[in-house]
């Protein structure tokens, strides 16, 4: 997912610098860091997830801080720090609220 289109990183980048409460801004971020980990650039979903690293303080939802968690885990892969990831992803595996294929899956 590369922001290619003219303006959009500029967009983007007003929409975040908004008036937006700092969940919701946690939120895009999250959602962001997803998509990108999804098209296999780890590079700037690292990026992004600093941004919302910066931010997760500001929520108590728990999905939100589930998927911003599994996003931690994933770039932890992607950068080879498998320890890391592991202990991320065995973390994980423990949280009741995922599905239980999804936890068998993570180990």
């Excluded at 885990?73 to 009741?96: G, N, P």
Aim: with cysteine.
């Amino acid at each position: 997912m590369h922001f290619d289109a003219p303006g959009s990183n500029t967009l983007l980048t007003d929409i975040i610098r908004s008036s937006m409460p700092d969940e919701d801004k946690l939120r895009v971020y999250v959602r962001i860091v997803r998509l990108l980990l999804e098209d296999e650039d780890s590079v700037q979903a690292e990026s992004y997830y600093n941004r919302a690293a910066l931010l997760v303080h500001s929520t108590s939802d728990k999905e939100t801080l589930l998927q911003f968690k599994l996003c931690q885990a994933r770039i932890s892969d992607y950068a080879r720090k498998f320890l890391e990831a592991a202990m991320r992803y065995h973390e994980l595996s423990w949280v009741a609220e995922i599905d239980e294929d999804e936890r068998r899956h993570m180990l």
